[in-house]
């Protein structure tokens, strides 16, 4: 006798409509009412790995890896320019924010390359600037803090303690075109007590008329280290 085959259990329309809309794996560019377009991977309705996020009003777009709807991983930011775009951030990022190690280009001439914190320059890092000084060393919160070195434009430098984006510590400006090195304590970037020394002063390019004269006090270490002291407390 044969076996009769059970008719196939359709699904109600609005289940199979609510099936469809589901946004899972790799899906052809979906558009926003605001104009805004994605092009990538999803999972559970989100954007999830691989894909690129175009925002039109804002004017940018990101390439890169995605998280529960969110910028998380290594990707690029760009803002358009002219007939094209401009990369802005290239880089590690967490919860939609620069995190983690990334160049940000500010400006045609400055640029940041290093470590970032929730959004912020934290950690190690070069800042390079346009008037051409460079800054080398510690960041926390988006401004110089911890050791640093900066080197200016006419190679003069100081090496030291930074305490938000100022000279605060113990530190050396070396005065290389006039030959001369100051070592001392700064408080929001003013020298507040140390010695000044010749250093290189023959092969500097502008070194002053006369040198430096010797120091005449008895016990000039202490007369140093009691001014630090007073300026720590």
Known sequence: MPILKQPKKREPLWREWDI?????????????????????EWRNNKKEGKGTQMWKKRGCIYDGDWKEDLRHGFGTYSVKRGDGYMKKYAGGWKNDMRHGYGTNFYSEDEYYEGEWYAGKRS???????ADGSLYEGEWYNDQKNGRGLIKLSNSNRYEGMWRDDMKNGDGKFLYL??????????????????????????????????????????YPRSVIQEARDSLQQ
């Not at 899906?27 to 104009?35: E, H, K, L």
């Not at 304590?185 to 140390?194: L, R, S």
């Open 177 to 218: 075109d006039k030959g001369q090195v100051y070592t001392g304590t700064w408080v929001d970037d003013i020298a507040k007590c140390g010695c000044v020394e010749d250093f290189g002063r023959e092969g500097a390019p502008d070194p002053p008329v006369y040198p430096i004269p010797e120091c005449s006090l008895q």
């Open 20 to 40: 469809k809309a589901q946004k899972e794996g790799i899906r052809a560019p979906v558009y926003s009412v605001s104009g805004d377009v994605y092009t990538g």
């Open 123 to 129: 950690g190690w890092g070069r800042m390079y600037y």
